[in-house]
């Protein structure tokens, strides 16, 4: 695959409302995480077990916070209920509130206000556990948005964490096969939504007391448009190659050793060779599981690459997830703005970044970025 351009990206996190807002925070190592007031549950005699997790302040979209009164209720000693911009919807429609903003932002960096090319897909990535119709509405919600574009090719992977990277290979793949000629490229999550957190904290994935090892839920939407670099003049970063494999022991009592995660990355430096250690960007949340994984992988996919003095990120590894929570089929997407802000802004510090991902359940995906030369 040659390399593609990538013209513009788009995010909303909780630590940013957009791709420049979000990556500065990101770089800084600011976490906003904190009680997730809409999804708790009373307990034996009042109590209320805490919630904690990273939210989208999505009402600065709206004008910001609304003072709500309660008159009466401090006199009668009747706690107050949450602030109304603090409660968080389920279903699909926290996943649209989330993606449109950062759709429309990565579409006018890259197109402006040109009439929407119809030669071009959409592709998104949701988690595993979204309601069939979840990826519909959303493409229905984001085309709308843009102004009534008209992808000639769609693809929903909802797969997990890994997703949006996996639809980056795909997307790749149906530019450089002539399908398309470019492409709107995204991820979407939400895991403080109340059933979505309940159903993981029901599981023993959320991080608490007695799981210490833990994931800490977040939310997020990342987007960006991949174009061909001959048709462009404008490009924040370029997609070198990408990679996908399933890991084989999934769903299985076998023991992971890393043979998904190792391939993707291999077949990701066989379409853009690494002469050196790369900055690594990934989607390691705390889960103890993925880090022995991650180890498993890296000396066989990596192993035998140099760090280069002279590139002080070479060799080195960032996670979002420590200052955003883990933000599911978010992550890839997020990983990749990261990476591409980091290119344009020259704080990456080196000339390649390989972004990887890992879903719960089989999909393994990685992708390399460069900057523009």
Same mark, same amino acid.
């Given at each position: ?7 513009? &990206? ?21 976490? #906003? ?17 805490? #919630? ?58 890259? &197109? ?43 693809? &929903? ?39 979505? /957190?309940? @159903? ?33 003049? /404008?490009?924040?970063? &370029? ?104 290119? @344009? ?29």
């Amino acid at each position: 695959m040659k390399g593609l351009a990538i013209t513009g &990206v788009g995010a909303v996190t909780p630590v940013g409302l957009s791709a420049p807002a979000s990556a500065a925070a990101l770089r800084a190592g600011i976490s #906003r995480m904190g009680s997730l007031q809409s999804g708790e549950e009373h307990g034996p005699e009042g109590a209320v077990p805490p #919630r904690t997790g990273g939210r989208v302040p999505l009402e600065w979209f709206d004008g910001g916070p609304r003072i709500e009164e309660w008159p009466g209720h401090e006199r009668f000693e009747v706690p107050l209920p949450p602030p109304e911009h603090l409660l968080i919807e389920d279903g699909t429609e926290r996943l649209v509130r989330l993606a449109v903003p950062a759709v429309v932002e990565s579409w006018k960096q890259a &197109v402006g206000d040109a009439p929407p090319p119809r030669d071009w897909g959409l592709f998104l990535g949701l988690d595993t556990e979204e309601e069939p119709q979840t990826g519909a509405r959303l493409i229905e919600a984001l085309t709308a948005a843009l102004g009534g574009f008209r992808p000639a090719l769609t693809e &929903v992977v909802a797969e997990g964490r890994a997703a949006g990277l996996a639809a980056l290979h795909k997307a790749a793949t149906a530019i450089a096969g002539g399908q398309i000629a470019g492409a709107l490229v995204g991820g979407v999550d939400s895991l403080v939504r109340p059933t979505t /957190y309940k @159903r993981l904290e029901d599981a023993g994935i959320v991080k608490g007391p007695s799981n210490e090892h833990g994931i800490i839920s977040g939310e997020a939407a990342a987007f960006l448009v991949l174009d061909k670099l001959s048709r462009t003049g /404008y490009c924040v970063a &370029v997609l070198d190659g990408t990679g996908t494999a399933d890991e084989p022991t999934a769903g299985t009592q076998k023991p992971n050793c890393g043979e998904g995660l190792t391939a993707a990355l291999r077949r990701a430096r066989a379409a853009a060779p690494l002469p050196y250690a790369p900055l690594m960007i990934c989607d390691l949340n705390g889960d103890r599981y993925r880090a022995l994984e991650w180890g498993l992988a890296f000396p066989r996919a990596l192993g035998d690459l140099k760090w280069r003095q002279d590139l002080p990120t070479s060799g080195e590894f960032w996670h979002p997830a420590d200052c955003i929570g883990d933000v599911g089929a978010a992550s890839g997407m997020v990983c990749c703005v990261w990476a591409a802000e980091a290119l @344009r802004r020259g704080y990456a510090l080196t000339e390649r970044v390989l972004v990887w991902g890992a879903s719960e359940g089989g999909l393994r995906s990685a992708a390399i970025l460069a900057p523009v030369k």
